[in-house]
């Protein structure tokens, strides 16, 4: 049913002459008669009586007129709330980010300038799979997600084809870390050793996996470690390695009050690290005022 008919049938209810309603209506009476017809063959019922001057309706009428200003009004008091909702979004924000980069690269570059600016932020840290926030992004589930990038990082590849603005934001380290008990590292690479070390790696889900295993395939003999576990989140990693479990790859800035206090060690030397971007993605065509308010000030910052 069409709701142009419910008001058509509202309008001649008032005006009770079909030419006068027409013209309320804006549109030919010959035109509007059809429409008041379609409506009567839709409810399957005659609604106006036709006989009578001025027009008056029949008792079925007078119970579908109730019933069809409960829907107009649920229908407009449906538009304004949805208005009302978009107008707020309009000035709100939608980040997403993992627990590390919210710890870490967040709080330090993107809280103040959101304080500095004004703006609403709904931030969503997350433990979704790497692949999700990429979804996120491109469903305009959020409007910014703040990420690892590096060149073995597949995921990001549909951000890249779309052509999706960034802004590196800063750079990290991952990096091979163990645990320290009575100032002595827990696990060390040895040349020659015949034991392997065991590693608490990332899952299938993390972004910094590819990173890690293209690291093991370039420097390390794939017998020198064993995975003893494998999670997605860098800071539960990060709480492992603490415990003594293994060793793994951790983000610099994630770790570094621990390294720099003698809890945790880094293993290796320069060939086990890689460099990481930090970047914030939005696309393109998201002209969010708030937003590019936001973004503008980030790049002045970056």
């Not at 809280?111 to 469903?139: C, R």
């Not at 890690?212 to 860098?234: M, Q, T, Y």
Request: glycine letters at 4%.
């Amino acid at each position: 049913m069409d709701l142009i008919w419910l008001r058509d049938f509202e309008a001649l209810t008032v005006q009770k002459s079909f030419s006068r309603a027409a013209e309320v209506r804006n549109v030919s009476q010959p035109a509007f008669s059809r429409r008041i017809r379609a409506l009567e063959d839709e409810v399957g019922v005659q609604l106006i009586d036709r006989q009578t001057l001025p027009l008056s309706l029949t008792p079925a009428g007078q119970v579908f007129l109730s019933q069809s200003k409960i829907i107009l009004d649920t229908f407009s008091e449906a538009i304004e709330r949805c208005q009302t909702i978009d107008a707020a979004n309009e000035n709100q924000i939608r980040f997403a980010t993992t627990q590390s980069l919210y710890l870490t690269h967040y709080k330090a570059h993107i809280s103040p300038l959101v304080d500095q600016v004004g703006l609403d932020v709904d931030l969503n840290s997350s433990a979704w799979e790497a692949s999700k926030f990429v979804t996120a992004l491109q469903q305009n589930y959020c409007d910014i997600i703040l990420t690892y990038w590096h060149p073995d990082m597949d995921f990001l590849a549909p951000l890249e084809v779309a052509q999706c603005d960034y802004i590196t934001l800063s750079t990290d380290r991952l990096l091979p870390v163990t645990g320290v008990e009575n100032n002595v590292p827990l696990f060390c690479f040895e040349k020659g050793q015949n034991s392997s070390v065991p590693l608490l790696g990332y899952g299938n889900t993390s972004s910094l996996r590819s990173v890690v295993d293209s690291i093991l395939a370039r420097e390390l003999h794939p017998k020198s470690v064993f995975i003893v576990s494998k999670n997605a989140l860098a800071v539960s990693i990060k709480a492992m390695i603490l415990k003594g479990f293994g060793f793994g790859w951790l983000p610099f800035d994630l770790c570094k009050e621990e390294l720099e206090g003698g809890k945790l060690h880094q293993m290796g030397d320069a060939r086990l690290t890689e460099e990481l971007e930090i970047r914030l993605y939005k696309k393109k065509d998201n002209d969010k005022p708030t937003l590019q308010r936001l973004w503008r000030e980030i790049e002045c910052h970056a």
